[in-house]
């Protein structure tokens, strides 16, 4: 059961609804969010939820009976949208398009990639300063003074960064210069990250595990709303299968099912989801007609120079085409 507290409740009538829980016999967590303050009430027993819902200071009360409660669309009337400031907004209405590099690597890299976006009017650029990489002995990301680097020409550009971060202790030193912190797939259950995140003032994506089930990434992503974050998008990445033909088994399912179960936006990558460049657009125009909020996809402008994730990258002039596509398919 998720309990929405009125936003300027009586110290006594915060009181009695938690002595009515109790005696429900159900164990409460309170959330307070940049929206709101909840009581995630967990417990068995059957009874009446309108006993709660006539208590004095109850905004909204629902029963949830999955284990993400939170981030679930059963007590939520519509779709959340995610504010990324300046008018840049995920979710709702409309498809986000998201591109730029696997890996920050220069100034000129950066300087390339952000004219491309503006050409194309995208708004929010992708790229990794802290990369997970297989291989100990691959391109490991530019490090912090890489972003600081981004971030200089995104702010003059009026473009939204969204980065990945991969350790607690990066959190601190990063945020000054993300718009949106990434937790990648190697990340998805890390939950001391997650915790930390949850508490943190600025948009998280994150992505599905790489065998991560739905539920799991539902109950990650509750892990980041129940410490206080609302700002949050799920992205589907593709999953790990039997196959072989191609890098990862992007799951279309997941976008439908994703919207029906939570009110999240919902991104779909479909650079890492397949991880064969030729097929990217394809997937990405499949992943909009199944109700995607966004695309995230990298873009490179020679793609067979990229110092990660070449194969699976666009060059410009593929890039446009499936913006334009991708519009086509919005109007
Ligand atoms: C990435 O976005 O470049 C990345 C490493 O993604 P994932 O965590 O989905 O593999
Ligand atoms: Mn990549």
Same mark, same amino acid.
């Given at each position: 059961?998720?309990?929405?507290?009125?936003?300027?409740?009586?110290?006594?009538?915060?009181?009695?609804?938690?002595?009515?829980?109790?005696?429900?016999?159900?164990?409460?967590?309170?959330?307070?969010?940049?929206?709101?303050?909840?009581?995630?009430?967990?417990?068995?027993?059957?009874?009446?939820?309108?006993?709660?819902?006539?208590?004095?200071?109850?905004?909204?009360?629902?029963?949830?009976?999955?284990?993400?409660?939170?981030?679930?669309?059963?007590?939520?009337?519509?779709?959340?949208?995610?504010?990324?400031?300046?008018?840049?907004?995920?979710?709702?209405?409309?498809?986000?398009?998201?591109?730029?590099?696997?890996?920050?690597?220069?100034?000129?890299?950066?300087?390339?990639?952000?004219?491309?976006?503006?050409?194309?009017?995208?708004?929010?650029?992708?790229?990794?300063?802290?990369?997970?990489?297989?291989?100990?002995?691959?391109?490991?990301?530019?490090?912090?003074?890489?972003?600081?680097?981004?971030?200089?020409?995104?702010?003059?550009?009026?473009?939204?960064?969204?980065?990945?971060?991969?350790?607690?202790?990066?959190?601190?030193?990063?945020?000054?210069?993300?718009?949106?912190?990434?937790?990648?797939?190697?990340?998805?259950?890390?939950?001391?990250?997650?915790?930390?995140?949850?508490?943190?003032?600025?948009?998280?994506?994150?992505?599905? =595990?790489?065998? *991560?089930? $739905?539920? !799991?990434?539902?109950?990650?992503? /509750?892990?980041?709303? &129940?410490? @206080?974050?609302?700002? %949050?998008?799920?992205?589907?990445?593709?999953?790990?299968?039997?196959?072989?033909?191609?890098?990862?088994?992007?799951?279309?399912?997941?976008?439908?099912?994703?919207?029906?179960?939570?009110?999240?936006?919902?991104?779909?990558?479909?650079?890492?989801?397949?991880?064969?460049?030729?097929?990217?657009?394809?997937?990405?125009?499949?992943?909009?007609?199944? =109700?995607?909020? *966004?695309? $995230?996809? !990298?873009?490179?402008?020679?793609? /067979?120079?990229?110092? &990660?994730? @070449?194969?699976?990258? %666009?060059?410009?002039?593929?890039?446009?085409?499936?913006?334009?596509?991708?519009?086509?398919?919005?109007?």
């Amino acid at each position: 059961m998720i309990i929405q507290l009125e936003e300027k409740i009586k110290p006594k009538h915060r009181e009695n609804i938690l002595f009515a829980i109790k005696n429900i016999g159900y164990k409460t967590t309170d959330v307070k969010t940049q929206k709101a303050e909840y009581l995630v009430c967990i417990g068995k027993k059957e009874f009446d939820i309108r006993l709660i819902g006539s208590l004095d200071g109850v905004a909204d009360v629902h029963r949830v009976s999955e284990s993400y409660k939170l981030v679930s669309k059963k007590w939520k009337v519509g779709y959340s949208a995610v504010d990324l400031g300046d008018g840049v907004t995920v979710g709702g209405n409309g498809i986000s398009i998201i591109a730029g590099p696997c890996s920050i690597e220069s100034e000129e890299q950066v300087q390339k990639v952000v004219a491309h976006l503006k050409e194309n009017k995208i708004k929010i650029m992708r790229g990794g300063v802290f990369k997970p990489r297989s291989s100990p002995y691959a391109f490991r990301g530019m490090g912090i003074e890489g972003l600081k680097m981004f971030n200089k020409i995104c702010r003059k550009n009026g473009i939204k960064i969204i980065t990945e971060v991969m350790q607690v202790s990066q959190i601190a030193e990063m945020y000054d210069y993300v718009d949106v912190f990434q937790v990648g797939a190697r990340n998805s259950q890390n939950f001391n990250l997650l915790d930390e995140l949850g508490k943190v003032d600025k948009p998280v994506l994150l992505k599905r =595990g790489m065998s *991560g089930t $739905i539920d !799991e990434l539902l109950q990650s992503a /509750e892990y980041i709303f &129940s410490n @206080g974050n609302e700002k %949050l998008m799920l992205c589907e990445r593709g999953i790990r299968t039997y196959e072989t033909a191609y890098r990862n088994t992007f799951d279309i399912n997941a976008i439908a099912v994703l919207k029906e179960k939570s009110h999240l936006p919902v991104i779909a990558d479909p650079s890492h989801g397949i991880g064969v460049r030729e097929f990217v657009p394809a997937i990405a125009l499949a992943a909009a007609v199944c =109700g995607a909020d *966004g695309i $995230i996809y !990298e873009v490179h402008e020679k793609p /067979e120079e990229a110092a &990660s994730d @070449g194969q699976q990258t %666009l060059n410009f002039a593929e890039s446009a085409e499936l913006v334009n596509k991708l519009r086509r398919i919005i109007k």
